[in-house]
């Protein structure tokens, strides 16, 4: 029985009794005295307060008999209902229900933020590298030690279930997110939760697992921006850690150096930003920002590779930089 329903139920068994009590004296003294002082002395006889009597108890055996029923089970529901609430703290339940309605506040207040639906071996690591990125990640898990296990990252949020179910992921903020990723095993319920987060959201970014390469269709149809898979990845990487083992070890070292959170990323120029109509020399990405410009993708989402420093920056254009992530996030409030 989870805490709720136990509080719930220990307090719904005391109030029964002293109900109950008060109920019974008030028959038994057929009306004569008030349900108050039938409540009275419910209450200082299950408490065993040692008052003087309110009713007529003395001499009265059938009150007599019910009072010392009422007693002995009352007491021992009393003691119950203590050991209960004693339980419940020693063993942190309470805590844990005050720390999840905390949570669920904090979670509340998040806008924009990203949603990573399943902890496993792709959905944990990928939501701490997304906390490390400075953004707002609400984790989806049902199992316990991944939850404990998010409690030790800081800002990382969590909603402690199955991401299947629709309201966990109303619980996450997906009306409000900017992007969900979905790493569960199954491609099964990657599917479906697409489905769902998309008819819940229809603006955000979804980026859907997947391990069945013809699912790609279907997943892309339900609604995912992007479809990726680890197996294709992990080739991938394979294949580079052969023929190109220096340039992998640069990116591994770049993403878990403890010298600064150095990263690649992107900055969009918008209609009213200053970058707009200069060129890359006078935007001041490598001298204000130290900034390194790796790429631009056009409008026509066609990329630019190394643009010469002359090249002009256009509105609609997005830039790939490679910077510490303080920086970047200083040139995308100025820029």
């Known amino acids: 029985m989870g805490i709720r329903r136990r509080l719930y139920f220990a307090a719904a068994i005391l109030v029964g009794t002293i109900l109950m009590g008060s109920t019974g004296y008030y028959i038994l003294f057929e009306g004569n005295s008030s349900y108050l002082d039938c409540l009275y002395m419910t ?8 008052y003087g009597e309110v009713l007529g108890i003395t001499g009265n055996p059938r009150a007599q008999i019910f009072t010392m029923l009422l007693i002995t089970f009352g007491m021992g529901i009393i003691l119950y209902s203590i050991s209960t609430l004693t339980a419940m703290l020693i063993e942190g339940e309470l ?4 720390r999840r309605r905390k949570m669920e506040n904090r979670i509340k207040a998040l806008s924009g933020h990203y949603i990573v639906c399943g902890g496993g071996e792709t959905g ?5 590298e997304l906390v490390t990125s400075k953004a707002s990640v609400v984790l989806i898990e049902q199992e316990r030690d991944v939850i404990e296990g998010s409690n030790q990252v800081k800002g990382l949020y969590h909603v402690h279930g199955d991401a299947t179910d629709d309201k966990n992921l109303i619980a996450a903020g997906i009306e409000r997110a900017t992007g969900i990723t979905i790493c569960l095993p199954s491609d099964h319920d990657n599917l479906y939760i697409t489905m769902t987060a998309r008819m819940l959201n229809p603006t955000a970014r979804i980026i859907s697992r997947m391990t069945n390469s013809r699912l790609k269709p279907k997943l892309l149809k339900a609604g995912a921006t992007s479809v990726v898979s680890p197996n294709a990845i ?3 990487r394979m294949a580079s850690e052969m023929i190109r083992p220096a340039a992998v070890e640069f ?14 990323h992107q900055i969009a120029v918008t209609g009213n930003s200053p970058l707009a109509g200069k060129t890359i020399m006078k935007s001041g990405l490598r001298d204000q920002f130290n900034l390194l410009l790796l790429g631009v993708r056009r409008k026509n989402d066609e990329f630019e590779f190394r643009p010469p420093s002359s090249f002009v920056l256009e509105a609609g254009m997005t830039l790939i930089v ?6 970047i996030d200083l040139a995308r409030a100025a820029l």
Request: aromatic share 2%; charged share 20%; no cysteine.
């Open 43 to 50: 209450v200082i006889s299950l408490t065993t307060v040692g």
């Open 95 to 98: 805590t844990g229900m005050l």
């Open 124 to 128: 944990f690591p990928l939501a701490v």
């Open 234 to 236: 992990g080739a991938l």
């Open 251 to 264: 990116m591994d070292n770049m993403l878990r150096s403890e010298r600064g959170e150095l990263r690649i």
């Open 322 to 327: 490679m910077g510490d992530i303080e920086n």
